[in-house]
């Protein structure tokens, strides 16, 4: 690649492209590929018959723990300005040692902090 935003711009197009198109076939495939019953309630179905009801309780309590974590995760990274920010360095914080400027002192930054 000789470097050029438009080169950037025309694969990161076509990158999109195809994991939608991807995306769409793979999404297509799992509908054919379920039985014809699956989505009815008549078919009575529970997760993990054969356990003791003690350890299916534990793993769907534990289960349900994890999915209302990682929707909190996803609510709090959808915020404007926290991604990254949650683990980022203090302020007053030394530049990497790479002989970089800080953040806050390269005009092409932006900075959310006050």
């Known amino acids: 690649m000789d470097g050029s935003i438009e080169t950037y711009l025309l694969v990161g197009f076509a990158l999109s492209v195809i994991a939608s198109v991807g995306g769409i076939?793979?999404?297509g495939i799992v509908l054919v590929k379920l039985p014809p019953g699956y989505?009815?309630?008549?078919a009575a179905r529970q997760f993990l018959p054969a356990t003791h009801p003690l350890v299916r309780w534990t793993v769907v309590?534990?289960?349900n723990v994890l999915g209302a974590a990682l929707?909190?995760?996803?609510?709090?990274?959808s915020v404007p300005g926290i991604?990254?920010?949650?683990?980022?360095?203090?302020?007053?914080?030394?530049?990497?040692?790479?002989g970089a400027e800080p953040a806050s002192d390269r005009p092409d930054s932006v900075n959310f902090g006050p």
Not at 39 to 42: A, L, Q, R, Y
């Open 25 to 27: 076939v793979v999404i």
């Open 39 to 42: 989505f009815s309630d008549s």
């Open 61 to 63: 309590f534990v289960k």
């Open 71 to 77: 929707v909190m995760l996803g609510l709090i990274m």
């Open 83 to 98: 991604p990254g920010r949650i683990w980022a360095p203090e302020r007053g914080a030394e530049a990497p040692e790479r």
